[in-house]
């Protein structure tokens, strides 16, 4: 099968997103392999205080806002459910982050959050969950051989249209990605959704 990246040409995340290949091939360029599969995702048990407040103030907005941009997606929907994972994980968040670990792995990072042992990537996209995927994956990768990550087993992001949320899990070991098939919703899906970002970043 022939090669999907050119070894001589420098790429970005952002640029893989436009590349229109399936996301098998695309890991496989770089030794991973991909699985898609029902994640069935840790959540977190504890107490969430402010669930019901911030799927309040989401249905609040939702009537009067044209969500037909990334931009309006980010300000309304996700810039919100991130804040307050930092105030639940008290995790350091970085947003449009650069990482470059290869000249094929290189980029901005929408949203990544550290713990203390724990990262999690978000990718924020307007639509095109495939692509954004790919996208994704380039990401989890570089994560996974940057020389700053924590020693942790598996690294988890999501790519987001800010209402629709979709998993990865790579499995570092394995060199392995799970592309989750199942999704959650905001407002609707809001308490499982951030009871699994938050244990994605609890020890």
Do not use: C
């Not at 205080?49 to 249905?59: Q, S, T």
């Not at 570089?142 to 700053?148: G, P, R, T, W, Y």
């Amino acid at each position: 099968m022939s090669k999907i990246l050119d070894p001589n040409q420098n790429y970005t995340f952002s640029k893989f997103f436009e590349m229109n290949v399936a996301s098998d091939r695309f890991v496989a360029e770089f030794g991973y392999k991909l699985v898609r599969a029902r994640l069935n995702l840790p959540q977190y048990t504890g107490e969430l205080d402010r669930i019901e407040d911030l799927k309040g103030r989401i249905e609040e907005l939702l009537p009067y806002v044209d969500l037909s941009s990334e931009t309006a997606r980010r300000e309304i929907i996700v810039s919100k459910v991130v804040s307050d994972l930092v105030h639940y994980t008290k995790a350091q968040l970085r947003i449009e982050f650069p990482i470059k670990v290869t000249n094929q792995l290189q980029g901005y990072l929408d949203y990544l959050l550290q713990s203390t042992t724990r990262l999690l990537v978000i990718e924020a996209k307007k639509e095109d969950f495939s692509n954004g995927f790919v996208q994704l994956s380039a990401e989890l990768i570089a994560l996974d051989q940057s020389e700053e990550t924590p020693e942790q087993p598996y690294i988890v992001g999501t790519v987001t249209n800010g209402t629709l949320w979709q998993f990865g899990i790579l499995h570092r070991a394995e060199k392995l990605i799970e592309q989750g098939l199942d999704s959650y919703r905001v407002p609707d899906d809001l308490d499982p959704l951030m009871r699994i970002l938050v244990q994605a970043l609890t020890p």
